[in-house]
């Protein structure tokens, strides 16, 4: 620590006992050794209190990353939480609304039967709502299958 040879040591205790007395050492090295206990005390408490501010420190920076995942984590969930509500959203059926019906499998059949819309009628210009002009078979077609038989309607 102080990087003291023996030979060093060996001059300050002559120094010492020259200068002390042979009389007053053991009473000087008791006070010098109380001193030294007071010094050693006082750097053991000062390293305590420097290490516990350490540990504050560490543990302040370790709350602050923590937060910082808990605030990820958070946004993460808030996140998926809102995908999950669009995608409940844009499923949702509402009671009252028909099936719409499969598309037509080739372009001749599309011509042969007309698309139904969500109020039972046929999009088709052919049809009417007095069934003029149209068909027993495209009013057939035209009327959703569980619709009862009209009873205007002639067979041809």
Same mark, same amino acid.
């Given at each position: 620590? =102080? /990087?003291?040879?023996?030979? !060093?040591?060996?001059?300050?205790? &002559?120094?010492?006992?020259?200068?002390?007395?042979?009389?007053?050492?053991?009473?000087?090295?008791?006070?010098?050794?109380?001193?030294?206990?007071?010094?050693?005390?006082?750097?053991?408490?000062?390293?305590?209190? =420097? /290490?516990?501010?350490?540990? !504050?420190?560490?543990?302040?920076? &370790?709350?602050?990353?923590?937060?910082?995942?808990s605030d990820g984590v958070k946004s993460s969930l808030n996140d998926a939480a809102r995908s999950v509500n669009e995608i409940k959203a844009a499923t949702k059926v509402e009671p009252n609304a028909l099936p719409q019906p499969a598309p037509p499998k080739a372009e001749g059949d599309a011509a042969a039967t007309p698309a139904l819309t969500g109020t039972g009628e046929s999009a088709g210009p052919a049809s009417s709502s007095s069934g003029e002009g149209a068909t027993s078979a495209e009013t057939e077609a035209a009327r959703p299958a569980d619709a009862p038989p009209d009873s205007t309607s002639r067979p041809v």
């Amino acid at each position: 620590m =102080f /990087d003291v040879s023996w030979s !060093e040591l060996l001059i300050l205790g &002559l120094v010492t006992l020259i200068f002390v007395g042979p009389k007053e050492l053991p009473r000087f090295l008791g006070t010098l050794g109380r001193y030294a206990g007071v010094v050693r005390r006082q750097a053991n408490e000062f390293r305590a209190v =420097f /290490d516990q501010a350490m540990r !504050e420190a560490e543990m302040d920076q &370790l709350k602050k990353e923590v937060q910082a995942v808990s605030d990820g984590v958070k946004s993460s969930l808030n996140d998926a939480a809102r995908s999950v509500n669009e995608i409940k959203a844009a499923t949702k059926v509402e009671p009252n609304a028909l099936p719409q019906p499969a598309p037509p499998k080739a372009e001749g059949d599309a011509a042969a039967t007309p698309a139904l819309t969500g109020t039972g009628e046929s999009a088709g210009p052919a049809s009417s709502s007095s069934g003029e002009g149209a068909t027993s078979a495209e009013t057939e077609a035209a009327r959703p299958a569980d619709a009862p038989p009209d009873s205007t309607s002639r067979p041809v």
